[in-house]
């Protein structure tokens, strides 16, 4: 029988984030083709897929707290039997947000203490600004044994930084997850698609006060006109969740609202979901992906220069909308080509399935070389 072999996904999973859970998904999609895997993913919950690893510590006070509960040494009997680590998930390399380069950072050392095999999957790189988070950045590439990341900005990026890694340019893994093509004719036939759904978040360049009222006069015009009513999709839960701006603009369209502001959930309803929309507009990276595989007509709120990098990548820049843009304007545009839009969105998002094949070849032959 062959070697059963252990995987370690380490991302910030079961942290409340639609956009993580996503991403996860779209990495066991491939995982699950291989026979005797074993799956270990850091999470503050045990996954219903794999089974559960506690984050390793990452300041003084969480490496005693880690000590005190018994999860360090939880982690040390996984990393011993574990045989490859895939590093997967978003930005979590982020100068934006310093306690992410800290605790990425010493999950990486971590595992190179145990010299594991560490492969960087879905991640956008910024440039850094500080000379010790560049330093840190080049020890996480050069100790990585494969980097895909997700836009060619990313790459552009780490090439300049002059290391030895093996950089592959691999757009998000959410986009290895297939669209459900029996839900579709099921919820196409007996529902109606008359939702504008609305997924925000805070952000410090954004001003709120400003996007609430676009978003208003859009959600008023897009009810009175065509009795299209706004769901707001709250995609961040928990810490930093995005319940306060959800709440706030809640209050502005609560007459051309479905309901209140709902939470994320599994997979399986937020596709029900989101075949009920007409449109789809996200300030969320991951709102706008999903809404992509599901073939819903999509606006992306350009709030960061990953939403940029990722959309150009995958050639559906007409989709973003600028801070400066007509939030009425472009996204009623959608109304009378929602079908031209959807279509052309759906034949991106089935070219993209080529791009993961690259990807699965070079898992296969680590998985394969592991004795």
């Not at 000590?67 to 360090?72: A, D, K, P, V, Y």
């Not at 893994?173 to 805070?202: D, G, M, P, Q, V």
């Not at 995005?242 to 994320?264: F, G, H, M, R, T």
Request: hydrophobic share 40%; with cysteine; glycine share 6%.
């Amino acid at each position: 029988m062959a070697k059963k072999r252990t995987i370690l996904i380490c991302g910030n999973y079961g942290a409340g984030n639609f956009g993580d859970e996503l991403i996860l998904e779209g990495l066991l999609k491939p995982l699950r083709t291989f026979p005797y895997t074993n799956i270990y993913i850091t999470s503050r919950y045990p996954h219903g897929e794999g089974k559960f690893c506690p984050f390793a510590p990452s300041s003084f006070r969480s490496f005693i707290r880690s000590l005190f509960t018994g999860n360090l040494i939880r982690l040390i009997i996984i990393l011993f039997k574990t045989d490859l680590i895939l590093f997967g998930g978003g930005c979590l390399f982020n100068e934006g947000e310093p306690a992410s380069i800290r605790i990425w950072y010493s999950h990486f050392f971590f595992f190179r203490l145990f010299r594991k095999k560490i492969i960087i999957i879905g991640q956008s790189f910024s440039p850094m600004r500080e000379r010790d988070n560049q330093k840190k950045l080049r020890t996480i590439i050069n100790g990585a044994l494969r980097i895909f990341v997700r836009d060619s900005s990313s790459r552009r990026y780490l090439d300049s930084l002059k290391t030895q890694a093996h950089i592959s340019v691999l757009p998000d893994s959410a986009f290895f997850l297939e669209y459900h093509e029996t839900t579709h004719s099921l919820l196409k036939s007996e529902r109606e698609k008359n939702l504008l759904l609305i997924s925000l978040r805070s952000w410090p360049d954004i001003d709120e006060e400003e996007l609430i009222t676009k978003i208003e006069q859009l959600s008023r015009e897009l009810y009175g006109k065509y009795f299209i009513k706004s769901q707001i999709v709250v995609l961040q839960t928990g810490r930093n969740s995005d319940n306060e701006i959800s709440n706030k603009l809640y209050k502005k369209i609560e007459q051309y609202s479905e309901a209140p502001p709902i939470a994320w959930m599994n997979l399986k309803n937020m596709e029900a979901l989101y075949q009920r929309a007409a449109i789809n507009l996200s300030m969320r990276l991951h709102g706008a992906i999903f809404g992509i595989t599901q073939e819903v007509p999509t606006r992306a709120i350009n709030y960061d220069p990953k939403v940029e990098n990722l959309l150009t990548e995958i050639g559906l820049t007409n989709l973003l909308i600028q801070k400066s843009d007509d939030i009425l304007q472009k996204t009623k545009n959608l109304l009378q080509q929602g079908e031209i839009s959807s279509a052309s969105q759906s034949r991106k998002i089935h070219s993209l399935a080529s791009r993961a094949i690259e990807y699965k070849k070079f898992l296969t032959k680590v998985l394969n070389s592991i004795k």
